[in-house]
């Protein structure tokens, strides 16, 4: 017979693992130089509204699928739409999409480890030459450093959902909090940080076109990790008694706080050395501003608080981001795990060692695809671009699945689950919700507009990436 559904054991503990997905690199980074170079306050606005009335109830919708059935995504739409047929697709869809994320996640995180040991070295002035990115990511030692990020990622997971994610997360998340409060109190008081904060927050709505807007739409649906099977599997573990609007409303407000204040942080330390720089020559790439960009300005900081408490700075950002980074991966490798053991009748460890073996192969696999293997680094011609594992990987998971699989949820529910089955699950545990307006709002809209959002998202980022 099989074992007892674990659950987590608070709904403070539910927020705090869903926020520990939520908030990632996405936030810490991406978020606010999309901001700076989009507008300002003016992006903050749009991104604001997106995560408020478009991806809240996606969230809704992803968390009561989960917890109605009592499943894994899979297990979850075969359940609730009576078996077979062409509804079984988006199930299979929200499993080896968060599959794939994980691995090209895991070796950009495995990076920042390798960042972290080299500035707890003191190796801070190396870190900030142009060739040293190039260098580390083809060095063999990335791959020790792969194993160990499995590992620890692992070990949490083999836990189970209440001793393993809840309990991780009931540390980490805290730990993250303070730490970005403590580093941004810090680069506020240096010189030149209002000339940051004043790009950051001062909008500037000439800037919106339609590519900005698309962009902070993905980014917000993105950095809910939504799309990714994820709110289905935490919702499975989520207690009846629990209430659904209430929780995803706290990890919305959760996420799009610790993205805002890492704008109050990545801001201030770029304009403390570059009072006049022209942030439109930002890197729009996360991968590019962590590991190319801020290297140079945690060097440069050592000239007013000196080597010693740059290193010291440099490190606690690592840290940071390898914090977020990692209770992220918790989640999203959680969900091939219960759908092997929900469908596959595998036990935890076994699930384990099975999705761990096949992420190690793909993951080096995206390792070496930045000249170790000629093969893999130019893997296909996308738009007539050479384009590497790693990139094809990213380009066909995140960048175009995602939001294919939130349309998918908003029409499974409405229409195919229907909405009085939604409506009992979302008054489940809150019947403050019934009735209210914001019940006649998710009701409508997951059912008309948002779904066409999502598609007009999928249609831009295939029209832009693919020709
Ligand atoms: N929300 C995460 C981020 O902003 C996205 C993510 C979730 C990525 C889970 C990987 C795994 O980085």
């Not at 927020?15 to 997905?21: F, H, I, Q, R």
């Not at 130089?33 to 478009?54: C, E, Q, R």
């Not at 904060?197 to 339609?210: N, V």
């Amino acid at each position: 017979m099989a074992a007892a559904r674990e659950h987590f054991g608070s709904r403070l503990g539910f927020v705090l693992a869903a926020a520990g997905s939520a908030v990632g690199i996405g936030n810490l980074v991406a978020f606010p130089v999309a901001a700076t170079k989009s507008g300002g306050g003016a992006f903050l606005l749009v991104y604001a509204l997106f995560v408020f009335f478009i991806c809240l109830p996606v969230m809704m919708a992803e968390l009561s699928l989960g917890r109605r059935s009592d499943k894994d995504p899979v297990g979850a739409y075969r359940q609730l739409s009576g078996g077979s047929g062409p509804w079984r697709i988006p199930g299979w869809l929200a499993l080896i999409t968060p599959f794939m994320i994980a691995v090209f996640y895991l070796v950009v995180t495995v990076w920042i480890l390798g960042y972290l040991v080299e500035t707890l070295r003191g190796n801070l002035d190396q870190l900030a030459t142009q060739a040293h990115f190039k260098q580390f990511i083809n060095s063999p030692i990335v791959f020790l450093y792969l194993v160990i990020v499995m590992l620890g990622i692992n070990g949490i997971l083999a836990l189970g959902v209440k001793d393993g994610i809840e309990r991780a997360a009931k540390t980490l998340m805290p730990t993250l909090f303070v730490m970005l409060l403590g580093l941004v109190i810090f680069v506020l008081t240096r010189e030149n940080a209002i000339v940051g904060i004043k790009y950051y927050l001062i909008p500037d709505f000439s800037q919106l076109d339609a590519r900005v807007v698309n962009n902070a739409m993905a980014q917000a649906f993105f950095s809910l990790s939504l799309g990714m099977g994820i709110m289905i599997t935490y919702g499975s573990y989520m207690k009846k008694q629990d209430s659904i609007p209430g929780s995803a409303r706290a990890v919305a407000i959760t996420d799009t706080l610790v993205a805002f204040t890492a704008g109050l942080l990545i801001l201030p330390s770029i304009f403390h050395f570059n009072p006049q720089i022209d942030t439109t020559t930002l890197s729009d790439s996360s991968a590019g501003m962590i590991f190319l960009f801020l290297p140079k300005i945690f060097f440069a900081l050592q000239e007013s608080i000196g080597y010693f408490g740059a290193s010291a700075f440099a490190s606690a950002f690592f840290f940071l981001v390898l914090v977020a980074a990692i209770t992220s991966l918790v989640s999203i490798i959680e969900v091939p795990l219960a759908t092997l053991r929900d469908e596959g009748g595998m036990g935890r460890k076994k699930s384990i060692y099975t999705v761990a073996a096949i992420q190690l192969v793909l993951a080096i696999g995206c390792a070496m695809s930045f000249g170790m293997a000629d093969w893999l680094t130019s893997f296909v011609q996308v738009a007539g671009k050479d384009t590497s594992f790693f990139a094809l990987v990213e380009l066909i998971f995140y960048s175009t699945i995602l939001p294919l699989n939130g349309l998918l949820v908003c029409l499974f529910v409405i229409y195919k689950w229907k909405r009085a089955n939604f409506d009992k699950e979302l008054q489940q545990g809150d019947s403050g919700f019934a009735g209210s307006l914001f019940q006649r709002y998710v009701n409508f809209s997951l059912g008309t507009f948002i779904p066409l959002i999502l598609l007009l998202v999928f249609i831009i980022t295939v029209a832009d990436k693919y020709f």
